[in-house]
C-alpha cells in the first residue's frame, strides 16, 4: 500500500451518503459560506455521472432550475461541506454517463424508474 | 534541524477545515541520518550531510561503506548537504524524521525536473511560433528571427534557442506543509513539487519564510 492510499483511507465515508448511481434523483444538501454566515443548500436534480476515485472522486447533477434552463452542479463525493444526500427515486439507465440528456427537454428527457 | 530528504509519492487532495479542497504532494520523507558535519575549521563552511533510504550493503562501494562507518548509520543510497548553520544538537548518526516539520511550516523543495529531451523554442520559452495561416508553411513553431542583420553579423550570445530541456535542479519555493506523519514517514505539501514520482526531494526550511526572518531578526 502506498502513502497514498493510506492518506486517502483516512477518509471516512460520509454515513449521510448512500450508494450513488447514474440516472438517481437526489436531494444534495450542501453547506454553502454567504460572507459570515453558513447556511445548507438543496440542490435538486439527477445524477447524470459519477466521476474520479480516491480523495478527487466527484458526481454531477443536473436540474431544471426556471425558464427551463439547465443548471448542473459537481460536488466532491468526500467534501465535509455535503450535509447529506437523500435519493429520491433510482431510474434504470443503460449509461455511466448521461450526457444525452443535456439535448432533451420536457417529457424526452424522463427516465424510466428503475424496478426492485 | 528543518531540512530532510524524502521521495515524491504523488498527488491528491484533502480537506482543510472550511471544507476546502487542497491539492497536496505526498512525499515518502526518511527516515534519514545525520551521516557528516561539514565545519568551518576543517572544510571551510557550515552544512549538514544527510542519507536517505536504506540499502543492501551491497549495494555500496567500499567507499561509500568507509564513509557511513564513521557515523556508524545503515548502508544508505542517497547523500545530500544542506547549507545550515550546525547547530548543537546536531550530532553525526542522529535519525531524522518527518516530525522536524509542523502543520504549517514553510518549506522549499528540489527535485530535478522531468527531462524533456531536446525541446524545440515553443515548448522550451513559450515562443508564440508563427501563423497557421496566410499561406504559411513550414513555420508554426519556428522561432522567428534570431538577430539583426549584417550590420551586428552575428548572433548575441544568450539568445533563446532550441536545446534540452528539464533534467535540472529545480526549487519549489514556499509551500505549506499541510500532513505530518513520523510513524508513516509522510510529509504533504501544498501544491506541486518538482520531478517525477519516486524522484529524489531536499525538503528545507524556506528561505524566504517569515519564520526564518524573524529568527534571524529582520
Redesign the interface.
Known amino acids: 500500500m ?3 492510499e ?3 483511507r483516512q477518509l471516512e465515508p460520509n454515513p449521510n451518503i448512500p450508494d450513488l448511481h447514474p440516472g438517481d434523483t437526489v436531494n444534495v444538501h450542501a ?1 454553502i ?1 454567504e460572507g459570515e454566515k453558513e447556511r445548507v443548500q438543496v440542490f435538486k436534480g439527477t445524477i447524470i455521472r459519477m466521476r474520479g476515485k ?3 472522486a466527484n458526481f454531477t447533477v443536473r436540474r431544471i432550475a426556471s425558464h427551463g434552463i439547465g443548471v448542473e452542479r459537481t460536488f ?1 463525493l ?4 455535503l450535509e447529506k444526500v437523500q435519493v429520491v427515486r433510482q431510474a434504470r439507465v443503460r449509461r455511466a454517463q448521461l450526457y444525452y440528456l443535456r439535448e432533451r427537454r420536457g417529457k424526452r428527457a424522463r427516465l424510466r424508474e428503475k424496478r426492485t | 534541524m528543518k531540512a530532510i530528504l524524502g521521495k515524491k ?7 482543510d477545515e ?2 476546502k ?1 487542497i491539492p497536496v504532494t ?1 512525499i ?1 520523507a526518511g527516515p534519514c541520518y545525520v551521516t557528516q558535519l561539514r565545519t568551518l575549521e576543517r572544510d571551510g563552511y557550515q552544512a549538514v550531510q544527510v542519507g536517505f533510504e536504506q540499502v543492501h550493503p551491497e549495494r555500496l562501494s567500499g567507499g561509500e561503506k568507509g564513509h557511513l562507518s564513521y557515523s556508524s548509520v545503515p548502508p544508505l543510497r542517497y547523500l545530500r548537504e544542506f547549507r545550515l548553520r550546525v547547530e548543537d544538537e546536531i550530532e553525526e548518526g542522529q535519525r531524522v524524521l518527518a516530525d522536524v516539520f509542523e502543520v504549517g511550516d514553510q518549506v522549499d523543495v528540489v527535485g530535478t525536473s522531468k527531462g524533456r529531451g531536446f525541446a524545440g523554442v515553443v515548448k522550451r520559452y513559450g515562443f508564440r511560433g508563427g501563423p497557421k495561416t496566410h499561406g504559411q508553411s513550414d513555420r508554426q513553431r519556428a522561432p522567428g528571427s534570431i538577430g539583426a542583420g549584417t550590420g551586428q553579423g552575428r548572433v548575441w550570445k544568450g539568445q533563446r534557442m532550441p536545446g534540452r530541456m528539464g533534467n535540472a535542479r529545480v526549487t519549489a519555493q514556499n509551500l505549506r506543509v499541510e ?1 505530518v506523519d513520523a510513524e ?3 510529509l ?1 505539501v501544498r501544491g506541486s513539487v518538482p520531478g517525477a514520482r519516486g524522484g529524489l526531494l531536499m525538503i528545507t526550511q524556506a528561505r524566504k519564510s517569515k519564520e526564518l526572518f524573524k529568527q534571524r531578526g529582520e
Open positions: 502506498n502513502l497514498i493510506s492518506l486517502e453547506r459560506i480516491g480523495a478527487g466532491l468526500h467534501s465535509p461541506r | 509519492v504523488g498527488m491528491t487532495q484533502i480537506f472550511q471544507g479542497a505526498v515518502e500532513v508513516r514517514n509522510l504533504a
